[in-house]
Structures are given as structure tokens and as C-alpha cells.
């Protein structure tokens, strides 16, 4: 089952805040992310898919067939909620069961598929346990297995993993994930967490006050941004503002690298990208964007350190990382450079 939005716009009343012609599609089977900042149009867009959400213009369309017009009893998704939404009064099983008990699925048929799935999540020894004495991992799973039951045609995420400890999160990431995997559910994930997304999903989306900027698999998102601001918000990073002094050549005012500038012109505007992990601590002499300077604020991650890299002239630091933060020079290979065009 395909998921698409056509040309996707809405605007909540008396607001300019929503979406603005979002196109992308949820191939059968995969995951697609869906990141940016607070207002960026993340839920908006859930809402308008599970159709919690009404009024859009352009087109959604669940395996060819438009959603426009049908309510949402009738879309046949599965939507796990942020505060799984369960309900007290019904023990585990009751709560697995219950979309299929609104479908009129005969009691004993429903029993026992809430049962293959809360076995399948790892609870089938609390199917008669009250909600309220789970663990918050434990009824994330229940909302889960309650999406699932009714076999949907797609699967609807809505930060789910947002209120667990992070201890439960990675954990219950990957669970889920290798659920989402044996039913082939077509799933989009709405989340805040950039880990997550990038761990998760097939492909990660990228909004920003209501518009789709990048769509793209994890690792092109994290290393080929294609805009400043999709640099920005995924991933920590250096940018600086720079020009294009010669084929190669990179000024930025306080010092020139080299740098794979393509076909840009010489005084072109860019900004150049580095992330943390690509610079090198003290590289040897005749190293390549050798930059002197000095070790500043320092973040102790564990394994590592990330740590601010000051150089004169500067506007500001470079982020770099290193198991032992004491540099006095730092290297940039150019191969790891890239350049946003302004």
C-alpha cells in the first residue's frame, strides 16, 4: 500500500501556519521520517493523513485511492499517539482488541488476534494486567499491537518514543522497527528526535514552516544537505559563510582551504559544511586545511569529547570531536567539505 500527498496545502483558521504544497510518497512497505522544528507542519501533516484533519487542498491517496472525502473511521490506518491513548477501564487484551471489536470482528476471532499480537510485542503474559500497572515502554507496545490488530493499510507514528527514558528508547526503537519490517506496514514516523529518524527510517523528510525541503535515505540527508537550512537542523556541524576564490580554492576570509568547488565561479557565495567527526586532531605537516588555534569549551560524551576549535579570525569555532581534546591544529581533508550555495 502506497501513501502520497499530491500538492498537499492547509491553513488552519485565521493562521498562515500548515502546509504549503508538500509532495512525497510512502513506498509499500517502507518508513519514511518526518523531522523539522516546532511549527514546521510535522503533526499537520499526520492529522491531515489519518483524517483528524479536514479542508486540504491537493490530493492524499492511500494505494491510488483518494482520501479526501473519507472519514476516518473508514481510512483503514493505524496510528499510534504520543500518549498511546489507551484505555483504563480495559485491561491489555481488551485494548489490542478493541478496533476490531468497533469492525464487529467476532469476540473470539478478536481475542485471539490480540493475543498472536501481544505475543508478538513481547506481552502476551499481560494480557489480562490492568494498563494502568505497565511501564510506559510496556504500553507503548500495547498501542502498538493495537494499531496493528486491525491489519491497516498504513501506519501512522506520532512521536511515539518521545516520553520513554532513553535507557527504554533505544530498545523499543529497534522493536518496533523490526515489527514495522515482518508486517511490510507503509509507516510514517513523525518525530523530534534526528537519532531516531536517521536510525529508523528508509527515507527521512525534512520540513520547515510548512515546506518539504529535502526527502532522501538517512545518510544522504546527514551528509549531502541539499539547502542551509536542512544543514542546520539535521546533525551538529560548522558553517561558515565563504567565497569561491579559484577552481579548488575556498576563501573564508581568515584563512583559504581547498575545497571540490565544481563548477562554481570564481566569487561565488557558499557556505561550507563540516561535521565534527571529519576533523582531524593535529594532523602531521603537508596535511591538507591545516588550521592552527587552540581548544576551547569542552563536552565529555564518553567515548568521546566534542569540543569548540578556536581559530583567529574566525567568526565562530569549529565543533570538533576527539577521544583526547588538546589540539593545536586541526585538518580538514577536502574530501569532506561540502559547499551550500546561498
Given amino acids: ?14 493562521s ?18 518526518v523531522i523539522g522544528p516546532s511549527g514546521s507542519g510535522k503533526s499537520t501533516l499526520l492529522k491531515l493523513v489519518s483524517g483528524l484533519e ?6 492524499i491517496a492511500l494505494d491510488g485511492e483518494d482520501l479526501s472525502h473519507t472519514p476516518v473511521h473508514r481510512r483503514h490506518i493505524g496510528m499510534v499517539f ?9 485491561d491489555v487484551l481488551d485494548n489490542v482488541a478493541y478496533g476490531l471489536k468497533l469492525r464487529k470482528v467476532p469476540a473470539e476471532a478478536r481475542r485471539r488476534r490480540a493475543r498472536e499480537l501481544l505475543e508478538l510485542v513481547g506481552l502476551g503474559e499481560f494480557a489480562a494486567r490492568a494498563v494502568a500497572r505497565l511501564s510506559g515502554g510496556q504500553q507503548q507496545r500495547v498501542a502498538l499491537a493495537r494499531a496493528l490488530a486491525i491489519d491497516p493499510r498504513a501506519l501512522l507514528l506520532d512521536e511515539p518514543l518521545s ?5 527504554v528508547r533505544g530498545h523499543l526503537r529497534d522493536q518496533i522497527r523490526a515489527i514495522q519490517q515482518r508486517f511490510n ?20 523528510a525534512v520540513l520547515k514552516d510548512g515546506r518539504l525541503l529535502q526527502i532522501a535515505a538517512p545518510r544522504e540527508i546527514y551528509e549531502r544537505p541539499a539547502s542551509r537550512a536542512v544543514a542546520e537542523f539535521v546533525g551538529l556541524s560548522t558553517l561558515l559563510p565563504a567565497k569561491v576564490a579559484a577552481p579548488g580554492r575556498l576563501d573564508l576570509g581568515f584563512a583559504e582551504l ?21 576533523i582531524r586532531p593535529d594532523p602531521p605537516p603537508g596535511s591538507p586545511n591545516r588550521l592552527p588555534g587552540r581548544a576551547g569549551a569542552q563536552r565529555y560524551l564518553g567515548a568521546l569529547t566534542r569540543y569548540d576549535f578556536e581559530v583567529a579570525g574566525a567568526p565562530r569555532p569549529f565543533l570538533a570531536e576527539s577521544a583526547a581534546p588538546a589540539a593545536e591544529t586541526i585538518g580538514i581533508p577536502p574530501e ?6 546561498d
Wanted: proline residues 4%; negative net charge; aromatic residues 4%.
Fill in 1 to 14: 500500500m502506497s501513501l502520497v500527498l499530491d500538492n498537499v496545502s492547509y491553513s488552519y483558521p485565521g
Fill in 16 to 33: 498562515t501556519q500548515g502546509l504549503h504544497e508538500v509532495s512525497l510518497d510512502v513506498r509499500t512497505g517502507e518508513l519514511v521520517a
Fill in 54 to 59: 479536514t479542508g486540504h487542498a491537493g490530493r
Fill in 82 to 90: 504520543q500518549s498511546y491513548a489507551l484505555f483504563p477501564h480495559l
Fill in 163 to 167: 516520553a520513554l527514558d532513553a535507557s
Fill in 185 to 204: 506496514a507503509t509507516t510514517l514516523l513523525v518525530t523530534h528526535d534526528q537519532e531516531e529518524a536517521l536510525t529508523m527510517a528508509d527515507r527521512v
Fill in 258 to 278: 581547498a575545497a571540490p568547488t565544481g563548477q562554481r565561479a570564481a566569487g561565488a557565495a557558499v557556505h561550507l559544511l563540516v561535521r565534527p567527526e571529519h
Fill in 336 to 341: 569532506h567539505i561540502r559547499l551550500l550555495d
